[in-house]
Nanobody
Framework: VQLQASGGGLVHPGGSLKLSCKAS????????IGWFRQAPGKEREEVSC????????LYVDSVKGRFTISRDNGRNTVYLTMNNLKPEDTAVYYC???????????????????WGQGTQVTVSS
């Protein structure tokens, strides 16, 4: 499956953005979709992921209460609504399919498949 992230931009601290991850309608099926981010000079990290079948979702501690992941299976799209953004949220955000066993057994978002093009989020005053 090919995924395309979009919706990034420049916002002030405390602002909001909504990212979209559009999945192609062809290719192998997947269990869920996750959002990941990579800040300059840092390794890529998980942010949040959601099961395709239900609303089970996971969040990294640093975004809990501020970010919300949601899905629209009819549009093959997963969203990440980001509120109360902080400068440390600045990164390139990517979406990717996630591994089912890691999601269910370890409650973590582990990416599988290839990365699509990310979208830049910059939080700065």
């Amino acid at each position: 499956v090919q995924l395309q992230a979009s919706g990034g931009g420049l916002v002030h601290p405390g602002g909001s953005l909504k990212l979209s991850c559009k999945a192609s309608t062809t290719g192998p099926d997947f269990y869920g979709i996750g959002w990941f981010r990579q800040a300059p000079g840092k390794e890529r990290e998980e942010v949040s992921c959601i099961s395709k079948a239900d609303d089970t979702s996971l969040y990294v501690d640093s975004v809990k209460g501020r970010f919300t992941i949601s899905r629209d299976n009819g549009r093959n799209t997963v969203y990440l609504t980001m509120n109360n953004l902080k400068p440390e949220d600045t990164a390139v955000y990517y979406c990717a399919p996630v591994d089912r066993d890691v999601f269910v057994l370890l409650r973590q978002c582990f990416p599988t498949g290839s990365w699509g093009q990310g979208t830049q989020v910059t939080v700065s005053s």
